[in-house]
């Protein structure tokens, strides 16, 4: 037997090709300097194929914009079969949700409404099958920005004398408007009684107005004595 050498260690990663396959052949090449004497022999010994402990996943949301009070869904579209998954705030690593336990298909954050800041997310992994206690962090991390709600105010005399009208205004800075009498512009006249008004901002944010109501009053007469 021969004493082996200046040993060398090695290790990589084999594509994505190998992932599931029954055998994988590895092939070893050498190639030597050429000239005179002896040439470099070698062996191959000791060679060993893990799967990583953890996989690093891709974790995104299905919006980085959210408005206050609603929650966007954070998900891969695989994931591991005996590993749980927890998602967290990148700044202090708080756990937002989870554990959610991998099933090999997609794997998804379903209380992600705990999201309630402008900060960066990210998926922290652990392995429950072996031995090893293995854990990591997602390269990825998750931006999202929370956008308040509008709050629209209305506008416009409140009381009018009998005969004459009276016009509401919601206010310029909106996408849609939605009253209560189902009118759609920013402004609506002629109306009595009680109106709210639904706005949609450039963001997709909504919010409702506290309600008005106008009243009409009759003219004054003047009394002769």
């Known amino acids: 037997m021969t004493t082996p050498q200046n040993t060398v260690?090695?290790?990589f990663v084999l594509p994505s090709d190998c992932d599931n396959q029954a055998e994988v052949q590895l092939r070893w090449v050498v190639r030597d300097v050429s000239g005179s004497g002896s040439r470099?022999?070698?062996?191959?010994?000791?060679i060993s194929i893990t799967d990583p402990c953890v996989l690093d996943l891709s974790f995104v949301a299905s919006s980085n914009e959210i408005c206050t009070g609603t929650s966007p869904s954070i998900f891969s579209s695989t994931s591991e079969i005996g590993k749980s998954?927890?998602?967290?705030?990148?700044?202090?690593n708080t756990i937002i949700d989870g554990p959610v336990s991998?099933?090999?298909a997609m794997v998804q954050f379903m209380n992600a409404s705990n999201i309630t800041s402008n900060t960066a997310y990210?998926?922290?992994?652990h392995s429950t099958s072996d031995s090893a206690n293995c854990n990591l962090q997602m390269n990825d991390l998750i931006s999202i920005t929370?956008?308040?709600?509008?709050t629209p105010s209305i506008s416009g005399e409140l009381s009018h004398c009998e005969g004459s009208y009276t016009t509401l205004d919601a206010g310029a800075s909106y996408y849609t408007y939605n009253w209560s009498n189902g009118e759609t512009t920013q402004t609506i006249a002629g109306v009595q009684g009680q109106y709210t008004v639904t706005v949609t901002d450039f963001k997709g944010c909504s919010g409702v107005s506290e309600m008005v109501e106008i009243l009409s009053k009759k003219d004054a007469k003047a009394?002769?004595?």
């Open 9 to 11: 260690s090695r290790s």
């Open 223 to 225: 009394g002769i004595i």
């Open 40 to 46: 470099t022999s070698f062996a191959i010994d000791n």
């Open 102 to 104: 991998g099933t090999g």
């Open 122 to 125: 990210n998926v922290y992994a």
């Open 85 to 92: 998954y927890y998602l967290r705030n990148n700044s202090d």
């Open 146 to 150: 929370i956008n308040e709600n509008p």
